[in-house]
């Protein structure tokens, strides 16, 4: 495993997310509560964009005709068919159980450290004075 | 031991049902000339409505106990029949009128063939146009163990699923009841999705379509969220159809889930715990052989439920068991299921 430089943080806004490429993987990133997320952004059903998908909240029913939103802005629903996935986890809502999104950890480093190294840097310039979305790979 | 879960007892004609009658509705029946509740589900000379050895010369099929045991029960060799007894009821207008009819149906079916056949046991008809008067239906008859289910049709005013239905659903659950849903229609709607359609051969094809319909809506509105232990038996439905509906329905649950978020688990698991099927018809492939395909993928077996459908003609002689059934779900479709889908065939009666 090998940490990769993704982009500068400015790039990733709260509530917001966008694709990078990364060691020739699209890589769907998305800011949720302070926190990066990544996902590999091909659906597991048939290969849609996640990143081009709705982020929604996880919706619950204790049940019938009761509609609870929970942690919104956690929850992508694919493009192509609505198949839905945890942003923090990868894990599916149609079944939970077989079918996940490829989540890969995603922290932030400063320029300084990035800098130094190990990391792997290989299409974005760094500055010791900002920090970097850094993907585990 | 066999066990049939689907066999129609005729009421031999409107006047058996005077004596069960209260005086008001028998003044009502000489006063307005009613004769007869004849509902176009099973034209009388349709060659479905009965086979033609259990035809007789004079009067209804399965008219009487003598027919229903010479004909069904001893050639058989059952040894517990489940009496679906459909006359009609649900087509009234009155919600009145049919809760006076559908408490005579039982009274009739308690009297003159669970008291004195052994082997049969009932269906509770009721009155659905007034969901309080069929709530009323089930608690006169629940505690009669001899009653194991509750008579719906497959087409009627709204969907099953819809909430207005639900108290008949929590009195069935209460009480160990399934929920028999059989082919037919109160023809308050059209009998197609598509509209009237002309010939008989359409309407009675169709009503897998209205099956459809049902099953989705049951999932849908969360009927099996709300009473988890109820189990549904669709009757007279066909079954082949069902995989390839529980694909569709899977596939756009899997998209749509936000629209229902508390059908948590897939339609399929839903049907596999909740949900299960008469044999009789077996709209089977043209080769036999290829019907052990159609039952893996229902990836179950516990699925399927013997039944003959007398005096319904969809086989000849003996030949109720369509061939190309493997040999190890015989049993279970004759005995095991059934036992295991009404927890009241296994209490004691007397």
Not at chain 1, 45 to 66: E, R
Not at chain 1, 81 to 102: L, M, N, V
């Amino acid at each position: 495993m090998t940490q990769h430089v993704v982009a500068p943080v400015a790039e990733v806004p709260p509530g917001s997310h966008k694709l990078y490429t990364v060691k020739g993987r699209p890589i769907a990133v998305f800011k949720v509560d302070g926190e990066y997320f990544g996902m590999l952004d091909r659906c597991p059903h048939q290969g849609g964009s996640l990143c081009a998908g709705v982020v929604s909240g996880v919706l619950v029913s204790g049940k019938p005709g009761t509609y609870r939103l929970e942690r919104n802005g956690e929850l992508v629903r694919c493009p192509w068919h609505g198949w839905e996935f945890d942003i923090r986890t990868g894990q599916s809502y149609c079944d939970p159980a077989k079918i996940r999104g490829k989540s890969y950890p995603m922290s932030v480093a400063s320029g300084a450290a990035v800098s130094e190294g190990p990391y792997v840097a290989e299409t974005v310039p760094v500055r010791v004075e900002q920090d970097y979305i850094v993907v585990e790979m | 031991m066999t066990i049939d879960c689907d066999i129609h007892p005729s009421i031999p004609n409107l006047a058996a049902l005077l004596p069960y009658l209260d005086e008001h509705w028998r003044e009502i029946v000489k006063l307005r000339g009613m004769d007869e509740f004849n509902s176009i589900s099973y034209p009388a000379r349709s060659p479905l409505t009965a086979r033609p050895d259990w035809r007789p010369e004079k009067g209804k099929p399965a008219a009487t106990l003598e027919q229903i045991r010479g004909e069904c029960l001893d050639p058989f060799g059952t040894d517990l029949a489940i009496c679906n007894c459909l006359h009609g009821i649900q087509l009234l207008f009155s919600e009145d009128l049919a809760a006076a009819f559908a408490r005579a149906v039982n009274t009739l079916v308690a009297k003159e063939l669970l008291d004195k056949e052994p082997r049969l046991r009932a269906s509770i008809v009721v009155p659905i146009q007034n969901v309080g008067l069929a709530v009323e239906e089930i608690e006169r008859w629940a505690g009669d163990p001899r009653f194991v289910q509750v008579l719906l049709l497959a087409s009627g005013d709204h969907p099953l699923g819809k909430r207005i239905y639900w108290p008949i659903y929590a009195a069935a659950a209460r009480h160990r009841l399934t929920i028999g849903i059989h082919a037919g229609s109160s023809y308050h709607n059209p009998p197609t999705a598509a509209g009237w359609p002309t010939y008989y051969t359409e309407d009675y094809t169709a009503q897998a379509q209205a099956f459809q319909t049902q099953l989705s809506s049951l999932i849908c509105e969360g009927v099996f969220n709300q009473y988890p232990d109820l189990i549904v038996v669709l009757l007279e439905s066909g079954w082949t159809w069902l995989p390839a509906h529980l694909w569709r329905l899977t596939k756009y649950w899997r998209g749509l889930r936000m629209e229902i978020p508390w059908v948590d688990r897939s339609p399929f698991d839903i049907v596999r715990s909740n949900v299960r099927l008469s044999l009789q018809p077996t709209d089977g492939p043209p080769d036999s052989a290829d019907l052990e395909r159609v039952i893996e993928h229902l990836k179950s077996d516990a699925l399927l439920l013997f039944s003959t459908d007398y005096p319904h003609w969809q086989f000849d002689g003996r030949d109720a068991l369509p061939s190309g059934l493997p040999a190890s779900l015989k049993r279970k479709i004759m005995v095991d299921n059934p036992r295991a889908t009404y927890a009241r065939l296994v209490e004691p009666v007397a």
